[in-house]
């Protein structure tokens, strides 16, 4: 009786976040669709790269050609954009309790991390599959492209064990904020942008010089970006996917979560013994 109270009160806390977040949405509705239209724009301008290959070329390709490049570049951007979307609303959590000034009432209260960080997440996955979705919704307007070979179970258990991974790093990230009350918010962007270099989100990674490849093999996006781009092209199903692809994707899961909840927990400690949570950057 009593761990079913307890499991009752921590799963209430949790969506507590998840209500706190769409109310933080509302309230800055003016900056989610300026960042939207930028998303869409910038998905729009991706692909169009595709569409005009052979005018970059000079050279003439067949149609199959074409809609390959199209639909390699469209899974890129759109898995990316959810990814990036999981890792803001995470990395990014601690800086926007600051801007609320509720940073010290949260952390003070009496509620664990976990149950703070599950809220986060879940609102994380379906804010950034939302988010996705307009922008897929808005590309199909501009590009015809065909999936009839596509595999969407397996896309979909891609996706979804790569979120874990990405929850993780997202964890790990948020502490930089926390640690690092005036650039913290700025160090979580150049991991971003570190991942989105290094994982061949619109160019294979054999493109990339000899000795960055083997960070392309550390990253969790890479997997999920060639899994979801094998599935989608290749029909590769969740067993075709298991060995090279999900079995690491959720391997690294298992292990930055609790290793990000450590992490964070530890720096938890050490912003409150050193008066790093009021602070502003």
Aim: with cysteine; aromatic share 14%.
């Amino acid at each position: 009786m009593a761990f079913g109270r307890s499991f009752w009160r921590e799963t209430r806390a949790s969506y507590a976040f998840v209500e706190r977040n769409i109310n933080l949405i509302k309230r800055y509705w003016g900056w989610e669709v300026v960042w939207l239209i930028y998303s869409i724009v910038n998905a729009l301008s991706i692909t169009f790269i595709g569409k005009a290959v052979g005018a970059i070329t000079g050279q003439e390709f067949d149609q199959a050609t074409i809609d390959a490049t199209i639909l390699y570049l469209i899974v890129g951007t759109l898995v990316w954009h959810y990814l990036a979307v999981v890792f803001d609303c995470i990395a990014e959590s601690v800086q926007w309790e600051r801007w609320e000034g509720t940073i010290e009432y949260t952390f003070m209260a009496p509620i664990s991390r976990l149950t703070h960080m599950l809220g986060t997440t879940i609102f994380a996955i379906f804010w950034g599959l939302f988010h996705t979705g307009i922008i897929l919704a808005f590309v199909a307007i501009f590009f015809q492209i065909s999936l009839d070979n596509a595999n969407f179970l397996g896309a979909t258990v891609i996706l979804l064990t790569g979120s874990i991974s990405f929850i993780g790093l997202g964890i790990v990230a948020a502490v930089l904020p926390l640690l690092f009350p005036e650039r913290g918010a700025q160090m979580t962007n150049i991991v971003k942008a570190t991942i989105l270099l290094v994982s061949g989100v619109y160019y294979p990674i054999s493109v990339l010089p000899t000795w960055m490849q083997p960070l392309a093999s550390i990253s969790p996006a890479t997997y999920v970006l060639e899994g979801m781009r094998r599935a989608l092209q290749h029909n590769a199903g969740p067993i075709a996917l298991w060995g090279n692809y999900l079995l690491p994707l959720l391997g690294s899961g298992l292990l930055l979560v609790p290793l990000g909840l450590w992490i964070f927990l530890r720096g938890e400690n050490y912003a409150k013994r050193t008066g790093r949570l009021k602070r502003n950057g």
